[in-house]
Nanobody, 127 residues
């Protein structure tokens, strides 16, 4: 079974930074399309960022210029660097992946297109 495990969440003051990690196992990581999503209780799951197997990235408008996505295929790990955090960034953050060769051109794939999900890591941004 493919497994994704998120880490790096926590509580940070507004304006601060966090780096989330997603460690994958049981997956041909370099061939996967990966994404980060977030969800607040009672709200729809929101796409934050994604990266296709070719390295192209996409970001939600709400995080553009503040978040950076990268992956290290040798470590089977996906990273989300979050800078200039705002209270509205507070959410449970999930890592997900799917084995597709689709390219990120206009927007990230919707959450339902992802086959493998981690358990999430909580990010809380205080004012």
């Amino acid at each position: 079974q493919a497994q994704l495990v998120e880490s790096g969440g926590g509580t940070v003051q507004a304006g601060g930074s966090l780096r989330l990690s997603c460690a994958a196992s049981g997956v041909t990581f370099g061939s996967f399309y990966m994404g980060w999503f977030r969800q607040v209780p009672g709200q729809e799951r929101e796409t934050v960022a994604c990266i296709d197997r070719y390295g192209s990235t996409g970001f939600a408008d709400s995080v553009k210029g503040r978040f950076t996505l990268s992956k290290d295929n040798s470590k089977n790990t996906l990273y989300l660097e979050m800078n200039s955090l705002k209270p509205e960034d507070t959410a449970m953050y999930y890592c997900a992946g799917t084995g597709t060769n689709l390219m990120m051109v206009i927007a990230c794939l919707r959450p339902t297109r992802f086959d493998y999900w981690g358990q999430g890591t909580q990010v809380t941004v205080s004012s």
